[in-house]
T-cell receptor, first 111, second 114 residues
Framework: AQRVTQPEKLLSVFKGAPVELKCNYSYSGSPELFWYVQYSRQRLQLLLR??SRESIKGFTADLNKGETSFHLKKPFAQEEDSAMYYC?????????????FGKGTRLSVIA | EAEVAQSPRYKITEKSQAVAFWCDPISGHATLYWYRQILGQGPELLVQ????????DSQLPKDRFSAERLKGVDSTLKIQPAELGDSAMYLC????????????FGSGTRLTVV
């Protein structure tokens, strides 16, 4: 079965501190992993996907197949990073399969 | 920037009444998804369309929920009769047939059943 686990419901850090949002997954095939972000009163939007290996807004995430993890990291948190973050997976072998989401982690960056 | 349009933004309905939500995907997006997001949880797929055809409705409670995309463009999700447990955010998303080209969410409809 496909499953995404985000163990922290809430993560509070001080501005300038490093951030790590944890994501673990369970999937039998070849997964494609994503991080989505939802700022206050805005729609869900793609932050990054593992196959693109890019850094968006200073965030990076590395797929660790051995640990089945896709943790989201940023070296220095900013107040504007405060938002709800969702980890999601889909099949890498099919172009339009739906996403399976975790329950989300609320990041609060304290000034 | 093109957006997925959803209406209404908010809906309050009484238990046992019928309710409908509308979604207009980004032009050219062949695939349309309806997700339900209960407070404190991540979105969960209800139904997926490819053009006008249902691809996956295995998680749609078919005794009370129905969805259609008659012309392969906009879509309607209906609940009849609504129950208290249906209170949630209903999200629509659309993508090209190959999701690598884009997958966009609408703002959602927040349903409250009283």
């Amino acid at each position: 079965a496909q499953r995404v686990t985000q163990p922290e419901k809430l993560l509070s850090v001080f501005k300038g501190a490093p951030v790590e949002l944890k994501c673990n997954y369970s999937y039998s095939g070849s997964p494609e992993l994503f991080w989505y972000v939802q700022y206050s009163r805005q729609r869900l939007q793609l932050l990054l996907r593992h196959i693109s290996r890019e850094s968006i807004k200073g965030f990076t995430a590395d797929l660790n197949k051995g640990e089945t993890s896709f943790h989201l990291k940023k070296p220095f948190a900013q107040e504007e990073d405060s938002a709800m973050y969702y980890c999601a997976l889909s099949s890498r072998n099919s172009g339009n399969t739906p996403l399976v989401f975790g329950k989300g982690t609320r990041l609060s960056v304290i000034a | 920037e093109a957006e997925v349009a959803q209406s209404p933004r908010y809906k309050i309905t009484e238990k046992s009444q019928a309710v409908a939500f509308w979604c207009d995907p980004i032009s050219g997006h062949a695939t349309l998804y309806w997700y339900r997001q209960i407070l404190g949880q991540g979105p969960e797929l209800l139904v997926q369309f490819q053009d006008e055809s249902v691809v996956d409705d295995s998680q749609l409670p078919k005794d009370r929920f129905s969805a259609e995309r008659l012309k392969g463009v906009d879509s309607t999700l209906k609940i009849q009769p609504a129950e208290l447990g249906d209170s949630a955010m209903y999200l629509c998303a659309s993508s090209f047939a190959d999701r690598a080209l884009g997958y966009t969410f609408g703002s959602g409809t927040r349903l409250t059943v009283v």
